[in-house]
């Protein structure tokens, strides 16, 4: 299960989201796709992927390769942790 990094704020600005974390300062910005995911949070790879393909009419096998893609780069930026 992957959750939001309890040091993360987020901005919300129509249709991107904007992440900093706040032991860092480092800021973020998350696009459509990227806003759909983090708003799924907490979630499993597979429900988000889920997400993703009710949103954008995505195939399951594309939308698990994009969700793990986009969790594995949040997470090296330390912006989700899993629980």
Do not use: C, Y
Not at 37 to 46: E, G, H, K, S, Y
Not at 52 to 78: C, H, I, M, P, Y
């Amino acid at each position: 299960m992957w959750e939001a990094h309890p040091e993360v704020l987020v901005t919300d600005l129509g249709d991107e989201l904007v992440l900093m974390h706040t032991g860092s300062s480092q800021m973020f910005q998350l696009n459509g796709s990227g806003r759909v995911v983090w708003q799924a949070l907490p979630a499993t790879t597979r429900q988000i992927a889920s997400t993703l393909t009710g949103a954008f009419e995505v195939e399951d096998s594309q939308a698990e390769r994009d969700a793990d893609t986009l969790l594995a780069d949040l997470e090296a930026k330390n912006l989700i942790q899993r629980r």
